[in-house]
């Protein structure tokens, strides 16, 4: 593959290719002049008011995805975004065009001419063309310019695929288009398409560990076991199918049991891992309770508030099944962390202004980054000034009614649990602050 200098490397290569097309064909020696090749843009080539020379120019125009290795793919990644799994080369196209100026008679259409023979006649640049243009000699070296001698890091010449010469013909709108786009006068022209440019992606990428055997190996034969049926449409490897917190609540508390279900989930080792890509947490926490195949318990300690803030899951379990010694790890389900108010119920006084000022204490901590408000009812209140990460916020509701409210507080969009859904009808749980 490339870098990112493999474009500046072709237009050296090519003008190289140029410059020793004429000098081998005498081309100076014909016109009685001498010749030279630049590669600036046309507006660039002939000074305001200065005579023109006679002289080749090479402009790259322009640049388009090369439609077969465009096939390749995109960049991936993993689910969950955070890591690079592939790296697909930048495939392009690069599209120039060779004008010739002079200002004596026939000049051009010479210089021009003999540029056309010479693309014609090697169409392939070669390794060894690019690798003698770009590394040229010790004591030449020492005195170009930095950005010519960077060329020779371009790894133009080890790239899967040799740059090979088109012609592209250009009719007579697409060059008055172009001439009128670099704002210069017409020069006799030919149009070429080098393709194709790998440029290598420097992004890091993961990559997976060789496999050492497949399965068992067999102390008769010698060979590994290879892939073993099992006529079952349930998987013989540890599962997860659903995640349930303690009360039949939809969001996990930090202390609570949470029952994760599934098949296979007997042996040691029994861990439970927890990821959360916006705080890039992943910590493992020890299962609790008895193994058992259909179930691992999950509890988040308390003393781990600062640890597990509130916000969105990825858990899955991790044990060693029985007959194993390596440990497995089951499929990713969501879960939700959610805030705890640990204080209520409250009762307080209204002030002389008829409001009521509260201090909810609450876990896990707020961390940096994260909203927190306040239900009081059904009003929403924004918490006092505070510098997280804190476990208690002041609120302040203004002309309240007295009697009882019912307090929700909301981080990130997560609200504290309110609901005691384990009661059959459900029942409001005492989360209040009675106004007096």
Do not use: C
């Amino acid at each position: 593959m490339s870098t990112a200098l493999a474009l500046a490397g072709v237009t050296h290569v090519l003008r190289d290719r140029l410059n020793d097309g004429m000098v081998n064909h005498n081309v100076a020696g014909i016109l009685s002049t001498s010749v030279t090749v630049s590669v600036a843009a046309p507006d660039r080539v002939v000074a305001a008011d200065a005579a023109e020379e006679s002289q080749l120019n090479l402009y790259l125009y322009k640049v388009t995805p090369n439609t077969g290795w465009s096939q390749m793919g995109l960049p991936s990644h993993d689910s969950t975004g955070g890591h690079r799994l592939t790296n697909p080369p930048l495939a392009l196209n690069l599209h120039y065009i060779i004008s010739a100026y002079s200002g004596s008679d026939l000049h051009a259409e010479i210089l021009l001419g003999y540029a056309m023979q010479l693309m014609h006649e090697f169409p392939i640049i070669t390794r060894e063309m690019v690798r003698t243009s770009l590394t040229p000699s010790p004591a030449i070296g020492a005195d170009l310019p930095p950005a010519l001698r960077a060329l020779s890091e371009s790894g133009l010449e080890d790239q899967f695929e040799q740059l090979r010469i088109t012609p592209h013909y250009l009719d007579a709108e697409e060059m008055s288009k172009l001439w009128t786009a670099t704002q210069s006068s017409m020069r006799p022209t030919a149009a070429y398409e080098v393709s194709v440019v790998l440029i290598e992606a420097t992004s890091p990428t993961n990559a997976p560990l060789p496999v050492l055997s497949r399965g068992e190996v067999d102390p008769i034969s010698g060979r590994d076991r290879g892939v073993v049926v099992t006529p079952s449409l349930i998987p013989p490897l540890p599962t997860l199918e659903t995640v349930e917190p303690a009360d039949a609540q939809p969001v996990i508390s930090l202390g609570a049991d949470v029952a994760l279900n599934g098949h296979h989930l007997n042996g040691t080792s029994r861990e439970v891992r927890l990821v959360n890509d916006k705080f890039l947490i992943d910590e493992v926490i020890a299962a609790t309770g008895a193994s058992a195949p259909d179930a691992i318990t999950l509890v988040v300690p308390p003393a781990r508030a600062a640890d597990f803030p509130v916000g969105v899951y990825n858990v899955s379990a991790r044990v060693t099944p029985p007959g194993e010694t390596i440990q497995r790890e089951t499929n990713q389900l969501g879960a939700v962390v959610a805030p705890d108010i640990i204080n209520l119920p409250q009762t307080i006084p209204r002030d002389g202004n008829g409001d009521v000022t509260m201090t909810i204490d609450f876990t896990p901590v707020l961390r940096p980054g994260q909203r927190a408000t306040l239900f009081f009812g059904q009003q929403e209140i924004v918490p006092q000034a505070f510098v997280p990460p804190v476990a208690s916020l002041d609120f302040i509701a203004e002309d309240a009614p007295l009697g009882d409210h019912l307090i929700r507080l909301r981080i990130d969009g997560i609200d504290s649990p309110i609901i005691d859904r384990a009661a059959t009808p459900p029942v409001f749980l005492p989360q209040t602050v009675t106004v007096t």
